[in-house]
């Protein structure tokens, strides 16, 4: 059963960088089989995706987050991480990853079953 | 990007009633949709994909709609365990995924 956890400080002061790590168990990050995602929900609203990252691929990111998100991959440890620059309490909210069911087929195609495993989340403010 | 825009924001059933929500996007994305249900304290649950297959495991009572520009998620027997908050998702971009607003199904 695949499992992922998120960890990382819950306090991040403006301005500064955060910083997350999702650990994956119960499957490899390295097998190329799914993309990797991270999704943040502030309190109240809908969820916003942030960006996703395959073993085989450069990361793709939200054009509104792209100027200050870097997602990368350990495979040493099966574990992918989430860097936002420059934070504000705009940032503040629950962070997730989760495992990603893209399929893309040539000629752009692609096929799409979701994000369908969720690590449970983790809250992060950011204040001085 | 995407605008998805949910109605309902909100609503009040009955165990038993008829459930329908309606997702409507800011321009064409043929069945790119995928739906989830969130609880309370939990992550968003994958629920459907391509606008009306279910993901394993969803009861039948679960079922999509829609094409183009209009969907509806539509639960035909509410049950005890449903009460909690529906998105949409469209995945035409690809680049950017985003979703609705939110529905909050509550007891009436």
């Known amino acids: 059963q695949v499992q992922l956890q998120e960890s990382g400080p819950g306090l991040v002061k403006p301005s500064q960088t955060l910083s997350l790590t999702c650990t994956v168990s119960?499957?490899?990050?390295?097998?190329?089989?799914?993309?990797w995602s991270w999704i943040r929900q502030p309190a109240g609203k809908e969820p916003e995706w942030i960006g996703r990252i395959h073993a085989r691929e450069t990361p793709t990111y939200n054009p509104s987050l792209k100027s200050r998100v870097t997602i990368s991959l350990d495979t040493s440890k099966n574990q992918f991480s989430l860097r936002l620059s420059s934070v504000t309490a705009a940032d503040t909210g629950i962070y997730y990853c989760?495992?990603?069911?893209?399929?893309?087929?040539?000629?752009?195609?692609?096929?799409?079953?979701?994000?369908?495993?969720w690590g449970q989340g983790t809250t992060v403010s950011v204040s001085s | 990007d995407i605008q998805m825009t949910q109605s309902p924001s909100s609503l009040s059933a009955s165990v038993g009633d008829r459930v329908t929500i309606t997702c409507r996007a800011g321009q064409h994305i043929a069945n790119y949709l995928n739906w989830y249900q969130q609880k309370p304290g939990k992550a968003p649950k994958v629920l459907m994909y391509?606008?009306?297959t279910l993901q394993s495991g969803v009861p039948s009572r679960f079922s999509g709609s829609g094409y183009g520009t209009e969907f509806t998620l539509t639960i035909s027997s509410l049950q005890p365990e449903d009460f909690a908050t529906y998105y949409c998702?469209?995945?035409?971009?690809?680049?950017?995924?985003?979703f609705g607003g939110g529905t909050k199904v509550e007891i009436k």
């Open positions: 998702q469209q995945n035409y971009n690809i680049a950017q995924l985003t």
């Open positions: 119960g499957d490899s990050i390295s097998s190329g089989h799914y993309y």
């Open positions: 391509d606008a009306s």
């Open positions: 989760a495992r990603e069911d893209l399929v893309l087929l040539p000629a752009s195609a692609y096929y799409y079953y979701g994000l369908d495993v």
